[in-house]
């Protein structure tokens, strides 16, 4: 179980520090995570002789960049997009909907609290997504691992 969300802890901390400090994403690391995530899958396949990871990895991919997509439509960039893309095929579609619902909840409270009431600033201010994203994945995991998705 470590061992698979390795490449996206990696991918993880690498775009969350570029997303910080230069207010874009690493194209390298998702392209890396996104290799590793289909790597991991096929290995699944053929110790389980089976293709259901595949399709576990497939469509919590294709609800990842769909659900990014849509938020890309109002103000998102895409770097975050390609990033949920790759969650979702780690996660799947229910921890990966976690995950999302986590880091809308950090933003939102981060960008209430910190921009708006300490900087002074407008609440149309840019605001690096991808550490919320990342706080919410690795919720997702714990979540997964602690309590065995029993809520």
Known sequence: MIA???????MLVVCTYTDIVRLE???????VSGAACVVI??????QANSLNAIYF????????????????L??????????????????GIGLFLIALMSA????????LIWLTLIRKQ??????????????????????KTFLGGLL
């Not at 990895?57 to 890309?72: K, R």
């Not at 109002?74 to 979702?88: E, L, P």
Request: hydrophobic share 55%; aromatic share 14%.
């Open 4 to 10: 698979d969300f390795l490449g996206l802890s990696v």
């Open 25 to 31: 994403v690493s194209d390298r690391a998702i392209i």
């Open 41 to 46: 899958n096929i290995v699944r396949c053929i």
């Open 57 to 72: 990895m497939l469509i919590g991919a294709v609800c990842g960049f769909v659900i990014g997509f849509v938020m890309f």
């Open 74 to 91: 109002f103000g998102m960039g895409f770097g975050d997009v390609k990033m949920m893309a790759v969650m979702g095929g780690y996660l």
């Open 104 to 111: 809308a909840v950090l933003g939102s409270l981060y960008g």
């Open 122 to 143: 407008s609440i149309r201010s840019s605001l690096p997504f991808v550490p919320f994203l990342s706080c919410g994945c690795m919720a997702a995991i714990l979540y």
